[in-house]
């Protein structure tokens, strides 16, 4: 008996010293330089547009993917991937089947999501925001990249994500808020900071651009006067790290006599916003249902139309590599997905990460096993 418990002891504190490890993972928290990731909204001329920045030290594997409306879906936890069993048995769950299809930007393979927009003109992607405490309550759980995944299954406008968030809670290993947007030029921040849920959307979010730092803080680094914000642009913009107020400066001044087109104008406040480790930038005609990105990779601009899709779940699941090297409308270059597919792009990620000398030995295998099996769990329900 006492040789169970000593062994269920040390099983225990090896997970817990393969969670720290990983916890502490420079690929995930960026600590070398917070400046790490960036959104903004841009709403002129009756055209909605998303401009994402995914920033890094490495070079970033990943996929867009198709997702489908009709398929049968489980909430999944951070402590399911934690815990020796199949999946955490106390957790509380819900399940629905997905009302819209998406287009999403994925690390991590199917359903675990970087961001995305679905056929509703609705956008949820994440940034870096260090000192994030998710919070805890016996509502079901969302892993942190799942829980967009269920956003963009389920609704339509910002509004609606707003309401859910009283509901559920989001758990996780990195540090990350939200920023959304929907087709209506409605946004909303959310933020787990000390304990508490902090939600920026209409007035109380004047500027629709999110960074690194906690919304309310960028908002007070704004000076009102003119001149001193363009003093500040010019002389601290790396040093303070100014991207927000940047692309604030930038959205104002565009308007109906700007030559550029909106969506190169928004590619170049991406490019503009880059500290110098974008890996990956990406772009949302939410209006037109399009998305336009390139990366450090493939640095020609590629697209896709959502109507060159069949969202239905009869049909196979698509993707495509996010860093294939060529140009132009890809929506014919997209591959039917697989299991044995999305194994491989979950493993070129996992490569990249160090949970540490025990995590890389005893957990990393077992993670990115569980996230693919997961993956593949879900069934459609359409006949």
Excluded at 32 to 59: M, P, Q, R
Excluded at 121 to 131: A, D, F, H, P, S
């Amino acid at each position: 008996m006492k040789s169970k418990v000593l062994l269920g002891f040390s099983i225990a504190v090896v997970l817990f010293i393969c969670y720290l490890c990983y916890c502490n993972s420079e690929r995930f928290y960026s600590i070398k330089d917070n400046s790490a990731c960036s959104t903004f909204l841009l709403n002129k001329n009756d055209t909605v547009i998303i401009g994402h920045n995914l920033d890094d030290y490495i070079e970033v594997p990943g996929a867009v993917f198709i997702n489908k409306r009709g398929v049968r879906k489980e909430s999944i936890s951070w402590t399911d991937f934690t815990c020796m069993c199949a999946k955490k048995q106390k957790n509380t769950r819900i399940q629905w089947i997905s009302k819209y299809g998406s287009v999403t930007y994925n690390t991590w393979g199917k359903d675990f999501i970087d961001g995305g927009m679905n056929d509703q003109g609705l956008y949820i992607g994440e940034m870096t925001l260090l000192g994030t405490s998710w919070l805890k309550s016996q509502n079901p759980a969302f892993h942190h990249h799942f829980f967009m995944q269920y956003v963009l299954d389920n609704f339509r406008t910002t509004e609606e994500v707003i309401d859910i968030l009283d509901k559920i809670i989001i758990d996780g290993h990195c540090q990350w808020h939200y920023f959304v947007g929907d087709k209506n030029g409605n946004t909303a921040v959310i933020e787990f900071l000390n304990d508490k849920t902090n939600i920026y959307e209409g007035e109380q979010m004047p500027v629709k651009v999110l960074c690194n730092r906690a919304y309310d803080k960028e908002l007070k680094l704004m000076p009102d006067n003119d001149s001193i914000y363009n003093k500040m642009l010019e002389n601290d913009y790396t040093s303070k790290d100014l991207r927000f107020m940047l692309a604030a400066k930038k959205i104002d001044e565009y308007n109906e006599k700007t030559d550029i087109p909106v969506v190169n104008y928004v590619f170049s406040i991406l490019k503009e916003m880059d500290m110098g480790n974008n890996r990956w930038s990406v772009v949302y005609d939410l209006t037109n249902s399009k998305m336009f990105f390139r990366t450090s990779l493939g640095q020609d601009v590629k697209f896709i139309d959502f109507k060159s899709f069949d969202f239905n779940c009869n049909t196979p699941i698509q993707l495509f590599d996010i860093n294939s090297d060529i140009s132009g409308n890809v929506a014919g270059k997209f591959v039917n997905y697989s299991t044995e597919l999305n194994e491989e792009f979950i493993q070129k990620n996992f490569d990249e990460i160090n949970f540490g000398t025990v995590g890389n030995l005893l957990f990393k295998k077992r993670y990115q096993s569980k996230i693919n099996k997961y993956s593949n769990s879900f069934k459609c329900e359409e006949r």
